[in-house]
């Protein structure tokens, strides 16, 4: 998978090489959505030599999970993710 090249089929084993966990991306996208997605795309466009480098890497830890996990930690730290639970009063 590279830019300029055509999507492979949303499910499979190919996922893997760029870091994500399962045959199906969208689960490890879950609680982040397409923030997530905008944040990854945005890095490996940016920092395409970088982007590779973490890929090559990737036997360290999964590239995409990582990189979804920071998305979320960050959002929470700024108190902006609007995902964590909610108390509701009855």
């Given at each position: 998978v590279?830019?300029?090249?055509?999507l492979?089929?949303?499910?499979?084993?190919?996922?893997s090489?760029l870091?994500?966990q399962?045959?199906?991306?969208?689960?490890?996208?879950?609680?982040?959505?397409?923030?997530?997605?905008?944040?990854?795309?945005y890095?490996?466009?940016?920092?395409?030599?970088i982007?590779?480098?973490m890929?090559?890497?990737?036997?360290?830890?999964?590239?995409?999970c990582?990189?979804?996990?920071?998305c979320h930690?960050?959002?929470?730290?700024c108190?902006?993710?609007?995902?964590?639970?909610?108390?509701?009063d009855?």
């Amino acid at each position: 998978v590279s830019f300029g090249c055509p999507l492979p089929e949303r499910k499979g084993k190919h996922w893997s090489s760029l870091g994500f966990q399962g045959k199906d991306p969208a689960t490890d996208f879950r609680g982040m959505g397409v923030f997530a997605l905008d944040n990854l795309l945005y890095f490996a466009q940016t920092y395409p030599v970088i982007y590779k480098e973490m890929l090559d890497a990737r036997a360290e830890y999964p590239f995409s999970c990582a990189g979804i996990n920071l998305c979320h930690m960050l959002l929470d730290l700024c108190g902006l993710n609007t995902a964590a639970v909610v108390q509701v009063d009855r």
